[in-house]
T-cell receptor
Framework: AQTVTQSQPEMSVQEAETVTLSCTYD???????LFWYKQPPSRQMILVIR??????QNATENRFSVNFQKAAKSFSLKISDSQLGDTAMYFC????????????FGTGTRLQVFP | GAVVSQHPSWVICKSGTSVKIECRSL??????MFWYRQFPKQSLMLMAT?????????EQGVEKDKFLINHASLTLSTLTVTSAHPEDSSFYIC????????????FGPGTRLTVL
């Protein structure tokens, strides 16, 4: 069975600084997807970034980038130039690369951005 | 972008009554929809996977007879909490996948259920 672990329950960062959120996972699959989702106080889940395991290049989306280490089964999220609007819960998620499958979420990291 | 709505956004009901929550994909057809439950300050827990025109697949430990899921069309799935009790109070979230694969999912805004 696949598991996703987020070891940082809470993180804080000052506005304009950089912060990295950690995520590790366990799987015997070779091909899969990894995701970071953001859940702001409104509780609307928003996809931040996704990575396909067969792609060696780390995904980036504007200020968000990942450090994907397949051998280490690590998938961290770096947020550059943090903004107040980045304050949210961040969930790391795993999905097998199959026709249809489900998301497996980590326990989440609560990020607070201070002015 | 793809939009998923949920109705109602919040509901309060008395213990023993049933509550129906709707999940709609507004601008795309969703072959597969997912229902999650989220307790305060916790992660999302998948309850069931719903495919249009077929019976839902429930996760282990989720009572099928208590949480009835119907996916009658490509744009609508419903979750009915039957004979609700205070322990069913939670935040319920649905997601819908675009196309025939489920790697791209869009989430609804959630429904807060409070059972008195």
């Amino acid at each position: 069975a696949q598991t996703v672990t987020q070891s940082q329950p809470e993180m804080s960062v000052q506005e304009a600084e950089t912060v990295t959120l950690s995520c590790t996972y366990d799987t015997s699959e070779n091909n899969y997807y990894l995701f970071w989702y953001k859940q702001p106080p409104s509780r609307q889940m928003i996809l931040v970034i996704r990575q396909e395991a067969y792609k060696q290049q780390n995904a980036t989306e504007n200020r968000f980038s990942v450090n994907f280490q397949k051998a280490a089964k690590s998938f961290s999220l770096k947020i550059s130039d943090s903004q107040l609007g980045d304050t949210a819960m961040y969930f790391c998620a795993f999905m097998k690369h199959e026709y249809t499958d489900k998301l497996i979420f980590g326990t989440g990291t609560r990020l607070q951005v201070f002015p | 972008g793809a939009v998923v709505s949920q109705h109602p956004s919040w509901v309060i009901c008395k213990s023993g009554t049933s509550v129906k929550i709707e999940c709609r994909s507004l601008d795309f057809q969703a072959t597969t929809m997912f229902w999650y439950r989220q307790f305060p300050k916790q992660s999302l827990m998948l309850m069931a996977t719903s495919n249009e025109g077929s019976k839902a697949t429930y996760e282990q430990g989720v009572e099928k007879d208590k949480f009835l899921i119907n996916h009658a069309s490509l744009t609508l799935s419903t979750l009915t909490v039957t004979s609700a009790h205070p322990e069913d109070s939670s935040f319920y979230i649905c997601s819908a996948s675009v196309g025939l694969t489920t790697d791209t999912q869009y989430f609804g805004p959630g429904t807060r259920l409070t059972v008195l």
